[in-house]
């Protein structure tokens, strides 16, 4: 029903940046909020951004605030999350995700996911 594309993954250098987008398709109207996610190799998926579609009110998780910034085209489905300042421990496959109905925390409770985009930051 929402259907949603990454973009915009590579490899950078430590110091470097990057800047991921996700456009959403099908039923984006129901959309209530919008996120990132990032798995490394061997680790659990983990929270990294997220905003709310109407308000376009903002939450990060502590090791990337001040570094990357969340936003959203509502016009054209798409959020985006500029990455700045990336360091090796960024690298991870970054995914993101789309809520539908109303999310108590926006750290988890995602309706549809993405496909992936691939960030690689070497040292």
């Known amino acids: 029903q929402v259907q949603l594309v990454e973009s915009g993954g590579g490899l950078v250098q430590a110091g470097g940046s990057l800047r991921l987008s996700c456009a959403a398709s099908?039923?984006?109207?129901?959309?209530?909020?919008m996120g990132w996610f990032r798995q490394a190799p061997g680790k659990e998926r983990e929270f990294v951004a997220a905003i709310s579609w109407s308000g376009g009110n903002t939450y990060y998780k502590e090791s990337v605030n001040g570094r990357f910034t969340i936003s959203r085209d509502n016009a054209k489905n798409t959020v985006y999350l500029q990455m700045n300042s990336l360091k090796p421990e960024d690298t991870a496959v970054y995914y993101c995700?789309?809520?539908?109905?109303?999310?108590?925390?926006?750290?988890?409770?995602?309706?549809?996911w993405g496909q992936g985009t691939q960030v690689t930051v070497s040292s």
């Open positions: 995700a789309a809520a539908i109905s109303n999310l108590r925390v926006v750290t988890s409770g995602y309706d549809y």
């Open positions: 099908g039923r984006t109207f129901s959309i209530y909020a």
